[in-house]
């Protein structure tokens, strides 16, 4: 089976983006700047939504829990991006998790601020309901990656994906920055810590990829294109 179309996909084209120039500064004039240190969280699964948080600088993960404490990688948030904007406007508990991955600079504005905002740019309200769908077509496709395709195939899709979001280029290969656990790729690709450590290890022995302590580099993208297309 092929993979997917890869390249740029419309669920990574961040918020403050697709606004305006007059729709950008009217939004961010509205909070309070923030800081967070690596591993800190800025909105937490269950809770009330009080407001929304529009990241300037660093990369985020969202994580969703279940019952029997599985933990879900849903998403990577990064410059531009909003966050808690779905249970802003509906008034419902958050959804997930989002805590840095590094150090993360951002704007916190409070949620009756925010949706006055949008009742007062209709331009930024439709741009909102663009960025929602674009998510939740994103969604829709990784679960259907899920059903149809092995843990081998989606592990090899998400790492290159990560080689053109969070890839730097180096003497070896593409590094990838996103400072992800072994647990954290399991739980994006919907399988265990312990298969995708089996993975990685075959991966390793036909050096496509290789692992140290600065991180995963993919050494031979042409072969993970190929995995990812089932051979």
């Given at each position: 089976?092929?993979?997917p179309?890869?390249?740029?996909?419309?669920?990574?084209?961040?918020?403050?983006?697709?606004?305006?120039?007059q729709?950008?500064?009217?939004?961010?004039?509205l909070?309070?700047?923030?800081?967070?240190?690596?591993?800190?969280?800025?909105?937490?699964?269950?809770?009330?939504?009080?407001?929304?948080?529009v990241?300037?600088?660093?990369?985020?993960?969202?994580?969703?829990?279940?019952?029997?404490?599985?933990?879900?990688?849903?998403?990577?948030?990064?410059?531009?991006?909003?966050?808690?904007?779905?249970?802003?406007?509906?008034?419902?508990?958050?959804?997930a998790?989002?805590?840095a991955?590094g150090?993360v600079?951002?704007?916190?504005?409070?949620?009756?601020?925010?949706?006055?905002?949008l009742?007062?740019?209709?331009?930024?309200?439709?741009?909102?309901?663009?960025?929602?769908?674009?998510?939740?077509?994103?969604?829709?496709?990784?679960?259907?990656?899920?059903?149809?395709?092995?843990?081998?195939?989606?592990?090899?899709?998400?790492?290159?994906?990560?080689?053109?979001t969070?890839?730097?280029?180096?003497?070896?290969?593409?590094?990838?920055?996103?400072?992800?656990?072994?647990h954290?790729?399991?739980?994006?690709?919907?399988?265990?810590?312990e298969?995708?450590?089996?993975?990685?290890?075959?991966?390793?022995?036909?050096?496509?990829?290789?692992?140290?302590?600065?991180?995963?580099?993919?050494?031979?993208?042409?072969?993970?294109?190929?995995?990812?297309?089932?051979?």
């Open positions: 089976m092929a993979p179309r890869t390249g740029r996909l419309d669920d990574q084209v961040p918020f403050l983006a697709r606004l305006e120039h729709e950008r500064v009217a939004l961010l004039e909070g309070r700047p923030m800081k967070y240190s690596p591993r800190s969280v800025l909105v937490r699964q269950d809770e009330p939504s009080t407001h929304v948080v990241i300037l600088a660093g990369w985020t993960k969202v994580t969703r829990s279940t019952a029997n404490g599985y933990e879900a990688l849903l998403a990577l948030r990064g410059p531009g991006d909003v966050i808690g904007e779905a249970s802003a406007v509906s008034g419902r508990p958050r959804s998790t989002v805590t991955l150090k600079e951002a704007v916190t504005i409070e949620r009756d601020r925010f949706l006055g905002h009742a007062e740019f209709p331009a930024s309200s439709l741009q909102l309901l663009s960025l929602i769908g674009d998510r939740t077509q994103a969604s829709d496709r990784r679960r259907v990656e899920q059903g149809a395709l092995g843990a081998r195939q989606r592990l090899s899709l998400l790492l290159l994906e990560l080689s053109r969070h890839g730097v280029q180096d003497a070896e290969g593409v590094r990838l920055t996103s400072g992800l656990s072994q954290e790729l399991a739980g994006a690709v919907g399988a265990s810590r298969a995708v450590a089996r993975l990685l290890k075959e991966l390793r022995e036909r050096d496509v990829v290789r692992t140290s302590r600065r991180g995963l580099v993919i050494v031979r993208p042409d072969q993970l294109r190929r995995i990812a297309g089932g051979e």
